[in-house]
């Protein structure tokens, strides 16, 4: 790998660092859960972190 993409993915890891936060989810697998939401966000054409922020969103909406 050239010195040129290093740079760039030292750049995207500090931006990430900088912009975003992250939370690690562990799903049961015998509720196949992982499959179900990939499933629900392929129909509404978005990705699957997407359709999690927007569960996320509206649940916390109910507490505001």
């Not at 015998?30 to 996320?56: M, P």
Request: no cysteine; aromatic share 12%.
């Amino acid at each position: 790998m050239g010195e040129k993409y290093k740079d760039q993915y030292k750049y995207q890891d500090q931006y990430n660092r900088d912009h975003y936060e992250r939370i690690k989810v562990i799903l049961p697998k015998d509720q196949h859960l992982k499959e179900r939401i990939k499933t629900l966000a392929d129909r509404e054409g978005i990705s699957v972190n997407q359709w999690l922020l927007r569960a996320i969103q509206e649940r916390l909406e109910w507490y505001e």
